[in-house]
């Protein structure tokens, strides 16, 4: 459990360290490539790595929320407040039945067909 917690980011500035070395990874990657696969191949799989940082990169930071300034001012902000359950239209509630209405399901009953 100890040697799990070194592993989770906590805070954005640890999410952007983390950024900063995958882009070190991906330019390295990306200059291999171009190293490999001279002309218009190599520089597409180099801009394909860069690419992966941003969604990688935008990923994380949405994933670590910033602390509320009030916060860390030592002011508790006030408590979120969930919004009303608006009671103006009917809610659609789950029939126990399925989609099938109780009349198809009644063991005697079938469907007329009309001549």
């Not at 508790?76 to 969930?82: F, K």
Request: charged share 25%; with cysteine; net charge positive.
């Amino acid at each position: 459990m100890r040697l799990a917690r070194l592993f989770q980011i906590k805070t954005r500035t640890e999410v952007w360290l983390v950024i900063y070395a995958l882009s070190l990874g991906a330019v390295e990657r990306g200059r291999h490539y171009m190293d490999v696969y001279p002309g218009y191949g190599g520089l597409m799989l180099a801009l394909a790595c860069t690419g992966v940082v941003f969604l990688a990169g935008a990923k994380l930071l949405d994933a670590v929320k910033p602390a509320p300034a009030m916060v860390k001012a030592g002011i508790h902000a006030p408590r979120e407040r969930r919004p009303a359950i608006s009671r103006s239209r009917p809610r659609l509630r789950p029939s126990r039945y399925g989609s099938e209405s109780r009349l198809s399901l009644r063991r005697d009953s079938r469907p007329t067909i009309r001549p």
